[in-house]
């Protein structure tokens, strides 16, 4: 059953694939902020997928991000992400990554849940 405070943990050691310079979003080889955002996301939608009814999924709709500190290449993260609300078909998100024990980002993130035929629907033609 869908309910707040369902959470899920994850590990990730920071490679060239997650950096600035990757991403494009800067020339530094750090945890790009994209990657970060990309990571929560993940994080969150895995939190519930089991808890779905069959053929439904969820989307990204919105997020709050901060990124509070630089993780170089070999650095080890850990994301932790708890569902703190259910609003029929809106999911609130609080997700915190964080380095060692330095907080190193975190974010309020909204999903919603579709119905993932007819989601896609929307794009046949």
Not at 63 to 72: F, I, R, T
Not at 87 to 95: A, H, N, P, S, V
Request: aromatic share 8%; glycine share 8%.
């Amino acid at each position: 059953m869908l309910q707040q405070g369902i959470s899920l943990e994850e590990d990730l050691t920071v490679c060239d694939k997650h950096t600035a310079a990757c991403y494009g979003s800067g020339l530094l080889p750090v945890f790009a902020t994209p990657a970060m955002l990309a990571w929560m996301e993940s994080v969150a939608y895995k939190s519930v997928e089991p808890y779905l009814p069959e053929g439904c999924g969820t989307v990204g709709a919105a997020v709050k991000l901060e990124h509070l500190k630089a993780s170089p290449i070999g650095a080890h993260l850990h994301c932790v992400s708890k569902l703190v609300a259910v609003e029929d078909r809106k999911l609130t998100f609080q997700i915190e990554v964080y380095e060692g024990e330095v907080k190193a980002g975190c974010a309020e993130h909204v999903r919603y849940i579709v119905d993932n035929e007819r989601f896609m629907s929307k794009f046949k033609k």
